[in-house]
């Protein structure tokens, strides 16, 4: 593909991104090690660390060993480190089979693509991922959450 000439439209376009008034927005990623835990926010409790709002855009998951049992898990916004959430993913399998998931592709019936999270020491400030059916005896593996501040 050949350069676009300095008046074409497509240099327009790009000129007018560079000189605009807005704010970027840095995107961040926390990387939380999963546990085999059967409580709520057994296999991970994530608190959001920032004194604003965030929005988490993705949350994956990378089963790296699979439970030794059948095992399903929900993976949500949540007011504490001990409470289960699905509003990003619902009911993701980790006991058939190794991989990576996420809330876009394996969110299920009510997981999301996009979900606030309150200002650390607000009222929701967690992302929790909490055995659904089964046991996580045996998961290993590690999420990232994706986010940015609102």
């Given at each position: 593909?050949?350069?676009?000439?300095?008046?074409?439209?497509?240099a327009?376009?790009?000129k007018?991104?560079?000189?605009?008034?807005?704010?970027?927005?840095?995107?961040?990623?926390?990387?939380?090690?999963?546990?085999?835990?059967?409580?709520?926010?057994?296999?991970?409790?994530?608190?959001?660390?920032?004194?604003?709002?965030?929005?988490?855009?993705?949350?994956?998951?990378?089963?790296?060993?699979?439970?030794?049992?059948?095992?399903?898990?929900?993976?949500?916004?949540?007011?504490?480190?001990?409470?289960?959430?699905?509003?990003?993913?619902?009911g993701?399998?980790?006991?058939?089979?190794?991989?990576?998931?996420?809330?876009?592709?394996?969110?299920?019936?009510?997981?999301?693509?996009?979900?606030?999270?309150?200002?650390?020491?607000?009222?929701?400030?967690?992302?929790?991922?909490?055995?659904?059916?089964?046991?996580?005896?045996?998961?290993?593996?590690?999420?990232?959450?994706?986010?940015?501040?609102?």
């Amino acid at each position: 593909m050949a350069n676009p000439t300095k008046n074409s439209p497509v240099a327009e376009q790009v000129k007018d991104l560079l000189t605009s008034d807005t704010t970027p927005v840095a995107l961040k990623c926390a990387k939380v090690a999963l546990a085999a835990l059967d409580t709520g926010g057994g296999v991970l409790a994530w608190q959001n660390p920032e004194s604003v709002a965030v929005m988490v855009v993705r949350i994956a998951v990378d089963v790296t060993t699979k439970s030794t049992a059948a095992c399903t898990v929900d993976a949500g916004t949540a007011a504490d480190a001990t409470t289960t959430g699905d509003t990003l993913i619902d009911g993701l399998d980790v006991g058939t089979a190794t991989g990576l998931f996420d809330n876009i592709t394996d969110k299920g019936v009510n997981g999301k693509s996009i979900k606030r999270l309150d200002a650390k020491g607000s009222t929701t400030d967690y992302v929790t991922i909490s055995k659904a059916t089964g046991a996580a005896a045996g998961l290993v593996g590690s999420a990232y959450i994706y986010y940015s501040e609102v």
